[in-house]
């Protein structure tokens, strides 16, 4: 788990007259950040939205199936 912005490593300035103008020029490496706990929730959210749905919707299946078979029993 991480937190914050993107991390940064700026390597060692390289300093060379192209123009003018341009004394020196640093190269920085940028790597995406750390996936937060937020980031991993958002992940689990989908799954486990699909899951509770088919789990509701059997059990809702289930139910209607009983009470189809106790009608079937009544009559």
Not at 17 to 32: G, I, W
Not at 57 to 73: D, N, T, V, Y
Request: charged share 25%; net charge negative; proline share 7%.
């Amino acid at each position: 788990l991480g937190f914050g912005e993107p991390v940064r490593f700026a390597d060692a300035p390289f300093e060379e007259a192209l123009t003018p103008d341009v004394v020196q020029v640093t190269y920085v490496r940028e790597l995406p950040r750390a996936k937060v706990l937020w980031d991993w929730l958002e992940l689990l959210i989908v799954p486990a939205a699909l899951a509770t749905v088919g789990l509701l919707f059997s059990r809702a299946q289930r139910h209607h199936e009983i009470e189809l078979a106790r009608k079937r029993e009544a009559a």
